[in-house]
């Protein structure tokens, strides 16, 4: 049974989001502040997380991350753009504004368990002409092994795992620390030079590019 850990203040909402999730088969739990979450995951660690950011104590926004390898999806009444753009680059899987239809919600939610599933089945990682062996740490471009230390190995990892979008400097940072400690916001920059270096030794090719102020992305053709 998939656990969903439901993070919002109001009584209302949270009750009929339970209701409806374990009519659909879904384990539920509950956390009404952004503090009570943290220590609840602390503890347990659901499938997936629903997210509201208005929260007594700890907002949505100062908690979303410190949440670690669990998606997210944040639902809240603020309509703001820059605002879900800020989230959504900043680690959410996914953003609803209330109110909600709650069809449009299960759907969501089937979506990231899908998407999760394939993650985890997913030995590979592939664009254009490189591959990343996730089993042997290997990465080869048109066929050629690049030599990748462990952190820019870790950082291409990440890169190709969200290759359709930007990866801020911040999330970066936060989500390889899981597999490597030493790379600081003043190294980062190093270590993606070292790996366009690599990278475009081989195929002629620069596959990363920098985003002016937020993070970094793969290079669209």
């Known amino acids: 049974m998939k656990q969903i850990l439901i993070i919002d ?3 209302h909402i949270g009750n009929m989001l339970e ?4 009519k659909e088969g879904y384990g539920v739990f509950r956390a009404y502040s952004g503090t009570e979450a943290l220590l609840f995951l602390q503890q347990t660690k659901p499938d997936l997380i629903l997210l509201d950011l208005m929260l007594p104590g700890l907002c949505g926004e100062e908690i979303l991350p410190q949440i ?5 999806i944040v639902v809240s009444a603020k309509v703001d753009v820059d605002n879900k753009v800020d989230l959504l680059l900043g680690g959410a899987a ?19 368990f899908r998407n999760a599933n394939k993650a985890g089945g997913m030995q590979k990682l592939t664009y254009e002409d490189i591959t990343l062996d996730m089993d042997t740490h290997t990465i080869t471009v ?3 092994e690049v030599k990748l230390t462990r952190t820019e190995y870790a950082i291409l990892k990440m890169l190709m795992q969200n ?3 930007v990866v801020t400097k911040i999330s970066l940072l936060e989500h390889i620390s899981i597999d490597t400690p030493d790379c600081t916001d003043s190294s980062l920059k190093m270590h993606i030079s070292n790996i366009r270096k690599k990278l475009r ?4 090719v620069d596959y990363i590019e920098a985003v ?4 970094f992305k793969m290079k669209s053709k």
Not at 19 to 22: K, M, R
Not at 94 to 112: C, G, H, N, S
């Open 142 to 144: 048109a066929d050629k």
């Open 68 to 72: 670690k390898e669990i998606p997210v």
């Open 212 to 215: 002016w102020g937020i993070g």
């Open 9 to 11: 203040d109001d009584i």
């Open 201 to 204: 030794e081989i195929s002629g």
């Open 163 to 165: 290759s359709m979008q």
């Open 94 to 112: 996914d953003y609803m504004t209330k109110p909600f239809e709650m069809k449009e919600l299960l759907a969501r939610i089937t979506v990231q």
């Open 19 to 22: 209701e409806t999730l374990t």
